[in-house]
């Protein structure tokens, strides 16, 4: 896609962002409302948002998965009341619902084993009916416009504009930096077109591109983006990132997923492999190849880890600026 394309697209995003920003007053009341309260609070919320993220990258989803569930759940949050033991199933739903949309038909994973994998105490049943309440209040058909939305499209102008093809930047760390911001829910009142360029000057700045700043300073222009909102945003996601790189952040927990027994299961686990039986031996003469074939692929499945994704790693430090790292040991 050519530039002019481009930044036509990009026009058209931003004039239409705001039908698919959460209601700031919504938002507020969350903020505002106290662990011990019987709704839905701003760390119960960024809390399941980091149990989105982990489940996004066990179950391998795309970034823009992510993206899109937190975008229903914080839209729905701030305009329904929900009890916090309701929470697990709205996120849940907003989770598949994205996926639907977002991953290609045969990466989906069953609803019984999302729900079973979440440690989810609801039912199919109910995921289905929380799944139809979210798309009427929110009028869901397919889409939303979303800060990765600005993020993809700023990152292929900055591509088409380059005459330095050395000079680029990883979507990979962008996108990774991107999820840390939502998992903080005052993020979701930024306007996502702001919140991705607060984000790519960051980068911008880190790597010391002048042809990259002055992209992005015509970006700028272009959505008529007021200087003010940029630097109060620009600064938070500093700060943002700035903890989040920090040893004492908690961060989702993105490692292999490992099955853990107790002592007893285990002994059981041990006995009955001890007790079972030898099998009979196969007749002579009596080989069927196609059923050896058959028999081959079983154990190969049957040896292979149930749940064999990686989980990502993109919560990990090297994906956020080092400068940032520095400047915080120069503070101290």
């Given at each position: ?7 036509k ?6 004039e ?10 919504g ?51 701030a ?44 039912t ?10 979210i ?30 093809r ?13 999820k ?11 306007k ?27 970006i ?10 940029l ?13 989040y ?11 292999r997923?490992?099955?853990i ?18 099998l ?12 050896s ?17 990686s ?12 400068h ?7 503070d101290?």
């Amino acid at each position: 896609m050519d530039a002019f394309k481009l930044m036509k697209e990009l026009r058209v995003n931003y004039e239409q962002e705001v039908y698919y920003l959460p209601k700031e007053t919504g938002l507020s009341l969350i903020e505002t409302t106290t662990q011990d309260d019987s709704r839905i609070s701003a760390r119960c919320r960024d809390a399941k948002v980091e149990d989105l993220w982990s489940l996004t990258s066990f179950f391998g989803y795309s970034t823009q998965t992510f993206v899109l569930a937190v975008n229903l759940l914080d839209r729905f949050l701030a305009m329904m009341r929900i009890q916090p033991k309701h929470l697990s199933c709205v996120s849940l739903s907003c989770l598949h619902m994205a996926a639907k949309v977002t991953e290609e038909e045969c990466n989906l994973t069953p609803t019984d084993e999302l729900i079973r994998i979440g440690q989810c105490r609801f039912t199919v049943s109910d995921l289905g009916r929380m799944e139809n309440i979210i798309a009427e209040k929110l009028n869901f058909k397919s889409k939303a416009i979303t800060a990765l939305t600005f993020l993809h499209l700023y990152q292929q102008i900055l591509l088409s504009h380059s005459t330095d093809r050395k000079e680029t930047l990883s979507l990979e760390k962008l996108e990774a930096q991107l999820k840390a911001c939502l998992c903080r829910i005052s993020f979701s009142k930024a306007k996502p077109s702001v919140l991705a360029l607060s984000l790519l000057r960051q980068e911008i700045e880190a790597v010391q591109s002048e042809d990259m700043l002055e992209i992005a300073y015509h970006i700028q222009r272009h959505l008529k983006i007021a200087d003010g909102e940029l630097l109060l945003w620009s600064d938070r996601v500093a700060q943002c990132l700035l903890d989040y790189a920090s040893p004492e952040c908690s961060k989702p927990n993105h490692r292999r997923l490992q099955w853990i027994v107790s002592r007893r299961t285990a002994q059981s686990l041990h006995a009955s492999y001890r007790s079972v039986p030898e099998l009979p031996t196969i007749p002579e003469g009596c080989w069927d190849e196609s059923e050896s074939e058959d028999s081959c692929e079983d154990v190969m499945s049957s040896g292979e880890e149930s749940l064999s994704s990686s989980l990502g790693s993109d919560a990990e430090g090297r994906f956020f600026p080092l400068h940032l790292r520095r400047q915080k040991h120069l503070d101290a």
